[in-house]
């Protein structure tokens, strides 16, 4: 093991880890690595409470706005805007190529550099479909769709409902390959990892917050394939959300209704005020009518069951408020900041 994660797999259980962030938003940079087909159980949220100011935070940063990503040497790249990112992982030149570890895609962990700049970044190209795939126990499924190109899907949907979490994502060619490419997250591990070295969160209660977010929006796309290996943590307890290559299914019923008990406050709003109009045109490039409309009757039915969780415990039992706050050691390792509060 390496850097900060070093520190923190002898750290007891409630240790505070402190993040590595540039100023004005979390700073670590976003990837995606596939993983083993092993199922984290959905958390569930009960009872969390409101967000707090950290005593030693600075402003809170929006939660979508002001996100800044590293090069392989951790130092902060220079995009004014994700525009900017985007076209650079479509266009930069590919320096170097490896395989990454885990997953059952063989994602490939590639090295870019334009004018330069150089990061890391994933490129996927699996694209397989069949009518009806047989999985553990027997279990069929109409319409079996595993496709790069629902990783940028799931990145542009993010960003309309106001998620940041899902790493920046666009389609490009490789080697006379067609696929899909997303910024590299530096310095990060999955929570595979987090589990075998029994880490803790520093903040149960704001780690739930964000498992209870992600719990939501897989709902929403029908991903079929969350687990340990795509749940990413970087060393600010920042969760993020990777390899959505078999989600955005053609059923039109939530998987599991039972871990959606809460919901962020503004994410539902923002469930609730999705153009519809606008949101298919933003994803015509990705998905088809069908996944288009199975994803709106999804909306529908998780609304759904949001409101009637609203009717049965009142509105404060189930929505709630998750701010990120941005610790004022902005700029210091995790080795520099562990055990200190945020």
Not at 59 to 76: E, F, I, M, S
Not at 281 to 290: C, N
Not at 295 to 300: A, G, I, Q, V, Y
Request: glycine share 6%; proline share 7%; with cysteine.
């Amino acid at each position: 093991m390496k850097g900060p994660w070093r520190v923190l797999a002898i750290l007891a259980a409630g240790v505070v880890v402190a993040a590595t962030l540039a100023a004005q938003a979390p700073a670590p940079a976003a990837t995606a690595t596939s993983a083993a087909a092993e199922t984290t159980p959905a958390a569930t949220a009960p009872s969390l409470a409101p967000a707090t100011t950290p005593a030693n935070s600075s402003a809170p940063v929006p939660y979508a706005l002001g996100r800044h990503w590293t090069d392989p040497q951790g130092k902060p790249l220079p995009f004014g805007s994700e525009a900017e990112l985007l076209d650079f992982l479509r266009t930069a030149k590919v320096l170097s190529v490896s395989r990454l570890g885990g997953g059952i895609n063989f994602p490939k962990k590639v090295l870019l550099e334009k004018d330069g700049i150089q990061a890391n970044a994933v490129f996927r190209d699996v694209n397989e479909e069949k009518n009806t795939p047989t999985f553990g126990g027997g279990r069929n499924e109409l319409f079996f769709k595993d496709s790069y190109i629902f990783e940028p899907a799931a990145y542009e949907l993010g960003m309309m409902l106001g998620l940041d979490n899902v790493p920046p994502a666009t389609l490009r060619k490789y080697d006379r390959t067609n696929g899909s490419i997303q910024i590299f997250i530096e310095n990060a591990i999955n929570e595979r990892k987090e589990v075998e070295e029994h880490l803790k969160p520093p903040d149960d209660q704001e780690w739930k917050k964000q498992v209870q977010m992600m719990n939501v929006f897989d709902a929403l796309i029908c991903n079929v394939d969350r687990n340990r290996g795509n749940i990413i943590i970087t060393p600010d307890w920042r969760l993020w959300m990777i390899d959505h290559s078999r989600a955005f299914r053609r059923n039109t019923d939530l998987q599991s209704q039972s871990p959606i008990n809460q919901c962020e406050r503004s994410l539902y709003t923002k469930l609730k005020a999705l153009d519809e109009k606008e949101a298919r045109k933003r994803l015509k490039d990705y998905l088809t009518t069908f996944e288009l409309d199975a994803l709106f009757t999804r909306r529908k039915l998780l609304l759904e069951r949001i409101d009637k969780l609203i009717a049965e415990k009142g509105e404060n039992q189930v929505l709630y408020d998750f701010v990120w706050f941005a610790p004022k050691n902005v700029g210091k390792s995790a080795e520099e900041t562990a055990g200190k509060p945020q």
